[in-house]
C-alpha cells in the first residue's frame, strides 16, 4: 500500500493547540480523502509540516494539504519541500511549482501570456503617498493592499480615499489593486482542477458589510455550475501555466463589467478545494495520486 502524506501546520491540525476559526475546512478535506483513499489502496498520513524530517520516512507522496502558516516561513518551507523530494519522497505541488507560485508576482507572468487580471501596482513597501497615487492612477476610491506572499487575506487592508492616517504604512512587499465592487455583488468565482480538468466550481460571497470571502470572516459558498464560456476561461489559466499541470490548482476569478473573467488568483501551494461543493473531488484526486505514486 503506497503511502500518502497530507501536510497539516500547528493550527490546523486537531489537538495540536488553538485552532485556526477556519480548521473545520481541514477536517473537512480529511473527510473526503479518508475513503476515496482507502477504496484506492492508499494509506493517508496527516503530519505537521514542520515536524522532523525523519518522520516522514516511508512515505511514497506528500500533498501540502492545509499548511497554513506557510506565508510567514516561506524559505523554512520551501527547503522543507526540496528535502523531502530529496529523500524520494514526490512532492505534489512540486517545490518548483511552489518557487514560482509562492510570490504573487506570478501574475505578471501569466499576464504576459495572455490571462485577463485585475490592474495591480507592486512596491517593496507602501506609504500613504503610495496608496493616493495609486488610487490616482486605478481611478478609484478604495484600494486593496496585499502581500505578495501571503494567504488567506492575511495582513490584507483595504483603504479608502481621504481616511488614511498620515502616517500609515504597510512594511511588505506589497500589490496594489483597486476595490472591485464586483466581489460583493456577484462575488468570487473558484474553478477546481484536479489534474488538468475541471472537477468541480464554487460561487463565495463575503458577508454581508465585508469583502473578505474566506470563511473565517463570515464568507459563504455555494456550487456554481460554470457556463462553456467559464470554463474554457478557466481552463487556459491552466493550459498557461509554465509547466506540466499539477495535481491540483484552484483558479479564483472575478466578472468583469464585460462580462469575461479576470484572474484573481491562480492558487498551487495549500489552497482549499472545497470537497463539499464537488461530492467527486475525493475519488478524482485519490486515483490522480494512484497514477502518480505507481509511476514514481
Known amino acids: 500500500m ?3 502524506g497530507f501536510l497539516a501546520c500547528e493550527t490546523t491540525l486537531p489537538g495540536a493547540g488553538e485552532r485556526r476559526e477556519d480548521a473545520f475546512e481541514h477536517d473537512n478535506m480529511i473527510k ?20 522532523p524530517l525523519e518522520d516522514f520516512e516511508g512515505l511514497d507522496l506528500v500533498m501540502l494539504g492545509t499548511a497554513w502558516n506557510y506565508q510567514d516561513k516561506a524559505e523554512e518551507f520551501l527547503e522543507k519541500l526540496e528535502a523531502l523530494e530529496g529523500q524520494g519522497i514526490a512532492v505534489c505541488n512540486p517545490p518548483d511549482i511552489v518557487r514560482w507560485n509562492i510570490t504573487k508576482t506570478y501574475l505578471r507572468e501569466l499576464e504576459s ?31 486593496v493592499v496585499k502581500r505578495q506572499i501571503g494567504a488567506g487575506a492575511l495582513g490584507q487592508e483595504l483603504l479608502s480615499a481621504g481616511n488614511i492616517a ?4 504597510f512594511d511588505a512587499p506589497a500589490m496594489l489593486q483597486p476595490y472591485l465592487s464586483a466581489i460583493e ?5 473558484s474553478f477546481i482542477f484536479i489534474d488538468g480538468e475541471l472537477s468541480h466550481a464554487l460561487r463565495k460571497r463575503p458577508a454581508s458589510g465585508d469583502y473578505r470571502i474566506q470563511s473565517m470572516y463570515g464568507g459563504r459558498e455555494e ?3 460554470p457556463t462553456r464560456s467559464e470554463a474554457d476561461q478557466a ?5 498557461a501555466l509554465p509547466f506540466d499541470k499539477p495535481l491540483y490548482a484552484r483558479v479564483d476569478m472575478l466578472s468583469r463589467d464585460d462580462d469575461d473573467l479576470a484572474l484573481m488568483e491562480a492558487e498551487l501551494i495549500e489552497p482549499y478545494l472545497y ?10 484526486i485519490a486515483r490522480a495520486i494512484a497514477r502518480r505514486v505507481k509511476t514514481t
Open 223 to 225: 456550487v456554481h455550475v
Open 166 to 169: 498620515d502616517d500609515w504604512h
Open 113 to 143: 501570456l495572455g490571462a485577463q487580471t485585475i490592474p495591480t501596482i507592486w512596491l517593496d513597501s507602501v506609504s500613504r503617498k503610495n496608496a493616493d497615487d495609486a488610487m490616482e492612477a486605478f481611478g478609484c476610491e478604495k484600494l
Open 2 to 4: 503506497a503511502r500518502i
Open 185 to 189: 455583488q456577484q462575488g468570487e468565482l
Open 275 to 284: 470537497p463539499e461543493q464537488g461530492p467527486q473531488f475525493g475519488e478524482l
Open 32 to 51: 473526503a480523502l479518508a475513503p476515496a483513499f482507502k477504496t484506492a489502496g492508499l494509506g493517508l498520513h496527516v503530519i505537521d509540516w514542520e515536524a
Open 235 to 239: 481552463a487556459a489559466i491552466i493550459a
